[in-house]
């Protein structure tokens, strides 16, 4: 089977990311299969690379992924280790791979990974994917809303708070370890 294992991305689980791909590639490939690792954002090659037998050299051309750091990615030197320096999310040629692929791994984690971008723009070229379907992705991404879907489907959940960024408040542990608004 022909796997493209997507990786990577603008987010600040970026590196957790890589390292997940990292690890279901090689376990995708010792099944047999002919796996592409890619970084979404970085893509592969130029726009308009003869990419015929990619899947067939993949071990050979496959975007090297090695000395992850552990830290957090500091994402504006990342925007700027892109060669075409365009802002999409998507770099070269990733959605031509992924529509060559028989199926593709979302290795993605944080923001635009698992919040049902992906999934949606998947869904409009015809990509098929792992995990969940958009909707779905898109709702549990949202905290709030997937807490209150819960609640009201007496699903047990841990107590929590919800805050909106624009009131901006400030949270300050206290010596019981409970939490004060001021």
């Known amino acids: 089977?022909?796997?493209?294992?997507?990786?990577?991305?603008?987010?600040?689980?970026?590196?957790?990311?890589?390292s997940t791909g990292?690890?279901?590639s090689a376990a995708l490939r010792r099944k047999g299969h002919q796996v592409l690792l890619l970084d979404v954002y970085m893509g592969y090659g130029k726009?308009?690379?003869?990419?015929?037998?990619?899947f067939q050299t993949a071990s050979e051309t496959e975007v090297s992924i090695s000395g992850i750091p552990e830290t957090a990615p500091d994402l504006a030197k990342v925007k700027a280790m892109r060669e075409d320096r365009s802002d999409c999310f998507f770099g070269p040629n990733i959605i031509e791979l992924c529509r060559m692929a028989d199926i593709v791994f979302l290795a993605l984690h944080g923001e635009n990974g698992e919040d049902g971008r992906i999934q949606a723009?998947?869904?409009?070229?015809?990509?098929r994917y792992t995990g969940s379907?958009?909707?779905?992705s898109a709702i549990a991404m949202n905290k709030r809303l997937?807490?209150?879907?819960?609640?009201?489907?007496?699903i047990p959940t841990p107590k929590g708070i919800s805050m909106k960024n624009r009131n901006a408040l400030r949270i300050f542990p206290t010596r019981d370890y409970r939490y004060r608004v001021s």
Do not use: Q
């Open 1 to 18: 089977m022909k796997i493209v294992v997507l990786a990577g991305g603008l987010s600040t689980e970026r590196n957790v990311s890589l």
């Open 22 to 24: 990292c690890m279901v």
């Open 47 to 54: 726009a308009g690379d003869d990419l015929t037998d990619i």
């Open 121 to 127: 723009t998947f869904d409009l070229f015809g990509i």
């Open 133 to 136: 379907s958009y909707l779905s």
């Open 146 to 154: 997937s807490k209150r879907f819960f609640a009201e489907h007496d």
